[in-house]
């Protein structure tokens, strides 16, 4: 599977945004997917995460209340929808996937996630 991220921008405090993650290749269904930033100078970390089903999420404590991750498996694409964005939210956002069976939990940890697309930079400054 091939992905993307788009969606990034700049925006003021308090405010929203939604990324997306586009998918190509087949059997995307079959992979969890999960979100991760990565700001200057700071390592990687896990924003959020959704089963191939999209029934279970998963989310970094930082972003708990504020973002919700979604998919729709038939246009293979999740979403990930920022609000009340915090300039400690900035960052380059990617999307990674992990091939999974039904039952398995998503992963925070970016070892489990075997695709990664390009990010998109989020800037969250007045």
């Known amino acids: 599977v091939q992905l993307q991220a788009f969606g990034g921008g700049s925006v003021q405090p308090g405010g929203s945004l939604t990324l997306s993650c586009a998918a190509s290749?087949?059997?995307?269904?079959?992979?969890?997917i999960g979100w991760f930033r990565q700001a200057p100078g700071k390592e990687r970390e896990f924003v959020a995460g959704?089963?191939?089903?999209?029934?279970?999420?998963a989310y970094a404590d930082s972003v708990k209340g504020r973002f919700t991750i979604s998919r729709d498996n038939a246009k293979k694409t999740v979403h990930l929808q920022m609000n009340s964005l915090k300039p400690e939210d900035t960052g380059v956002y990617l999307c990674?996937?992990?091939?999974?069976?039904?039952?398995?939990?998503?992963?925070?940890?970016?070892?489990?996630?075997?695709?990664w697309g390009q990010g998109t930079l989020v800037t969250v400054s007045s």
């Open positions: 290749g087949r059997q995307f269904d079959r992979y969890n």
């Open positions: 959704i089963s191939r089903s999209g029934g279970r999420t």
């Open positions: 990674a996937a992990d091939w999974a069976i039904s039952s398995a939990p998503v992963y925070a940890s970016e070892s489990q996630y075997d695709y």
